[in-house]
């Protein structure tokens, strides 16, 4: 028998696997497992056969494989093979009268088996209906809970902000792009590996709560961190826990750099404001002053060496007025007359005039444009002085034959603004006075005065531009200068 039954579920499965449709496989399992029942109990004693359970395993096998409906069927079906047996007993009966079979004993397994194979059968087709119930709750469930954690992923992946899990051996869990992007790894590089040896020590000493100054070869990146612990209970034995805490960050380098350049506009605007007033109020004097050497000037009597103690003294007055003129113009820069300007002609204007300075006749300003003419709304007067303000300083930096570079750009997808680059091969520009190098008075000239860079920043954005020094490799610095193309 069990290999009988091998050998048909083979079939079916092999009838299956060629695309058979399921329900006629299902059709002829049925049938084959009631004629099989149906031997198998008329082989050994019929209705009194100890066998006779067969038939209930038909029914049950019905209620899985199809519905309320099918089960009563084969209950329906076995209940007629059962009579059968009792019917093929009478007609087997050789000159016997229908009075000699004992219709007594015949009755109760014929009730039996009535009763157990529709109970059977209904009790069957509601369990299986319930289980298929549950299955397709099930299969929802899934579908739910994998777009519940589709949408986690997504939102996860999606923000701007780092976020990782960590064990309590700081071992990394899970980890999102912005997270890979910001710690500069890749996600597999960072899942299974330990925290990082300044990150566990700022969590150790703060919490977790504050911001992290991250070195680098390059440079100093601002992390700002934020570190919670989650608790999950274990279902096995509740004191067991497995901490799970969780690391969100951003990379705050760009938002202190813009509160440091806030900051330093605002002290540069003080600092203006108070320029101004000593400056107006140094005028005055020195009116006075220069009013008392001309008057001493038209004495004839004076001595040669009087006369050239009153030049100095006018000399140094010239000298001081403009400084304070530069004060002024730094403090209270007039409103950019912007006009529709060729930069290509205005760059090659400023190099043209200091090309020809005596002080630079052995350097070379080498230049770089685009071959189209670039149109921007500036102000030519302030430009130009810009332009001469940081090619005065490439050129003094680069000292000897080294050469110094000017190039124009323009920048963004859209093309919205442009890029002014000036290129030198000096010693470059000191950390001490890097962060403050646009401020007036902070130079590393011995006879500078800090002013003309100051003057260049306050012009700049003026323009509603920015301006920024960077290192050239191998020495020297670059001075960029972005402006918007239109007013």
């Known amino acids: 028998m069990s290999l009988g039954t091998f050998a048909v579920v083979f079939a079916l499965a092999l009838l299956l696997r060629m695309g058979y449709a399921p329900q006629i496989l299902s059709t002829i399992h049925l049938t084959t497992s009631l004629l099989a029942a149906w031997i198998i109990i008329e082989g050994t004693g019929g209705i009194y056969s100890p066998f ?4 209930l395993l038909v029914v049950l096998d019905a209620a899985i494989i199809g519905s309320l409906k099918l089960s009563l069927l084969l209950a329906t079906l076995s209940f007629c093979f059962f009579t059968s047996h009792l019917l093929l007993k009478y007609l087997l009966v050789a ?11 015949a009755a109760t397994p014929l009730l039996s088996h009535l009763f157990g194979v529709y109970l059977l059968a209904i009790l069957a087709g509601r369990l299986a209906k319930l289980l298929e119930y549950a299955e397709q709750e099930a299969l929802s469930m899934r579908s739910d809970l994998a777009e519940l954690s589709y949408q986690h992923t997504a939102i996860l992946e999606s923000l701007p902000l780092g976020v990782l899990t960590f064990d309590n051996n700081d071992c990394i869990k ?3 792009q912005a997270a890979s992007i910001i710690l500069e790894q890749s996600k597999s590089e960072l899942i299974g590996s330990k925290l990082t040896p300044s990150i566990r020590k700022f969590i150790r000493q703060s919490g977790g709560n504050g911001e992290l100054q991250i070195e680098n070869e390059e440079c100093t990146r601002t992390l700002k961190l934020t570190c919670a612990t989650v608790s999950l209970q274990t279902q ?12 969100v960050f951003e990379d705050a380098t760009q938002i202190r750099a813009l509160e440091d350049k806030f900051r330093m506009q605002d002290r540069l605007a003080s600092i203006g404001e108070l320029a101004a007033s000593i400056a107006h109020e140094i005028r005055n004097p020195l009116a006075a002053i220069s009013g008392a050497i001309q008057l001493l000037e038209k004495d004839e009597s004076a001595s040669p060496e009087d006369r050239k103690l ?38 090659n204007d400023v190099v043209f005039m200091l090309e020809k300075d005596e002080r630079f006749l052995n350097n070379k300003i080498e230049t770089a444009f685009d071959t189209k003419a670039t149109f921007a709304h500036v102000d030519k007067e302030q430009m130009q002085q810009v332009l001469w303000n940081l090619l005065m300083n490439a050129l003094e930096a680069s000292q000897g034959q080294e050469k110094v570079k000017l190039t124009l750009e323009t920048n ?23 962060e403050r190098i646009f401020e007036p008075f902070v130079t590393d000239k011995v006879n500078g005065t800090g002013l003309g860079l100051a003057m260049a920043h306050r012009a700049v954005l003026a323009h509603r531009g920015s301006i920024e020094i960077l290192d050239n490799q191998p020495s020297g610095s670059i001075f960029v200068i972005s402006l918007p193309l239109s007013a």
């Open 174 to 176: 899970m980890v999102n």
């Open 95 to 105: 000159k016997a009268s229908f009075d000699l079979l004992s219709l007594k004993s």
């Open 310 to 347: 009153q030049n100095i003294v006018h000399r140094e007055i010239e000298r001081l007025n403009a400084l304070i003129s530069d004060f002024l113009n730094y403090a209270r820069p007039p409103s950019p007359n912007l006009t529709k300007t060729n930069l290509q002609e205005l760059c």
């Open 236 to 247: 096995i034995n509740s004191e067991l826990q497995d901490r799970l805490r969780v690391l």
């Open 52 to 55: 006779s359970f067969l038939y």
């Open 412 to 434: 963004g997808t859209e093309k919205s603004s442009i890029l002014i680059k000036v290129f030198d091969s000096g010693p470059g520009v000191s950390k001490d006075i890097r």
